[in-house]
């Protein structure tokens, strides 16, 4: 199971923090990203652990969103800032329960196991 919260509303410029707590998966050794899906668009990739260590993002979120994992607590983080209107959506952690190629990391496709969504709103 995956249970994202820290979704809500803020302003452009702002910031907000979300976290995927996970129960039978272990994020520090599946496969685990988060993704996005905007009003009337499809569900893309934002962010990956490509391996156990090497992370990779979406050119959208470059420079202004980080993914991170505390292994202790089984959870897995995605800290946005310098927020625009156009990341308002839907986002989902992910979890592999299989190995996935580093260039797939992002690919809607790689993934098995799906939370159940946080809704973030930035507002201009």
């Known amino acids: 199971q995956l249970v994202e919260s820290g979704g809500g509303s803020v302003q452009a410029g702002g910031s907000l923090r979300l976290s995927c707590a996970a129960s039978g998966y272990t994020v520090s050794s599946n496969r685990v990203a988060w993704f996005r899906q905007g009003p009337g668009k499809e569900r893309e990739g934002v962010a990956a652990?490509?391996?156990?260590?090497?992370?990779t993002y979406a050119d959208s979120v470059k420079g202004r969103f980080t993914i991170s994992k505390d292994n202790a607590k089984n959870t897995l983080y995605l800290q946005m800032n310098s927020l625009k209107v156009e990341d308002t959506a839907i986002y989902y952690c992910?979890?592999?329960?299989?190995?996935?190629?580093?260039?797939?990391?992002?690919?809607?496709?790689?993934?098995?196991?799906w939370g159940q969504g946080t809704q973030v709103t930035v507002s201009s």
């Open positions: 652990f490509a391996n156990e260590y090497r992370t």
């Open positions: 992910a979890a592999a329960t299989h190995g996935v190629p580093t260039l797939f990391a992002l690919d809607f496709g790689s993934y098995n196991a």
